[in-house]
């Protein structure tokens, strides 16, 4: 039987483990949806895991796990990464130019860093080191907002691995302003407006995201499991 790139295709197994108000979780179906790779979606319990993913993750026992044909894929970025290279013909995530990609690589390690675990510090922290979180959470979303500038997207005009590393994080922006004390939509307008832009002409993000509201109630169903909220 001849090679049949589409046949092959369509045996491939694509499983993944993740959790609905994961930000890393999001940015694995946004870029499964960019590249039209159908998979299989599994939700855990990460107060009870199940035993395929702590096989599958033995190291971490974290979500997102991406599982292809037996082999597991584990941490967003080298997830979103792995994806890119594995499905190569449709929409490609990483710049082609060797500098561009390094930068992209540079500013996605940037919100790994910062704008999540700041953002975490946000809603499970109080006093001096909430402040001192209020503050540098602030000053890196300047940063991001700096290096997206007056482009429709992080890589100029096509959606890429940046848009697709920073946009889960939208829907968390409600949360980050109730207990941060923050107004996003005031302070950057760039970054709310670029927000906006994916969620309208992306249907792999608009269907990725889960509602704000809904996250703002799983933060609070956190604030009580830490003992901050009754």
Known sequence: MPNNPTMAKQE????????????YGMRVRIALAEKGVSYEYREEDLRNKSQ????????HKKVPVLIHNGKPICESSIIVEYIDEVWKDKAPLFPSDTYDKARARFWGDFIDKKVFQIGRKLYTTIGEEHEAARKEFMDSLKLIE????????????????????????????????????LNIQQDFPKLIAWGKRCFQ???????????SLKVLAFVQFLRKRFGLDE
Do not use: C, Q, R
């Not at 491939?12 to 930000?23: C, T």
């Not at 002409?201 to 509602?211: G, H, I, M, T």
């Open 12 to 23: 491939e197994e694509v499983i993944l483990l993740n959790l609905w108000a994961s930000m």
């Open 52 to 59: 395929l993913l702590l096989e599958m993750n033995p190291v």
């Open 146 to 181: 700096g290096e997206l500038g007056d482009k429709p997207y992080f890589g100029g005009e096509s959606f890429g691995y940046l848009d697709v590393s920073l946009i889960p994080f939208h829907s968390w922006f409600h949360s980050y302003e109730t207990y941060g004390k």
């Open 201 to 211: 002409n992306k249907e792999s993000v608009s269907n990725a995201l889960p509602d």
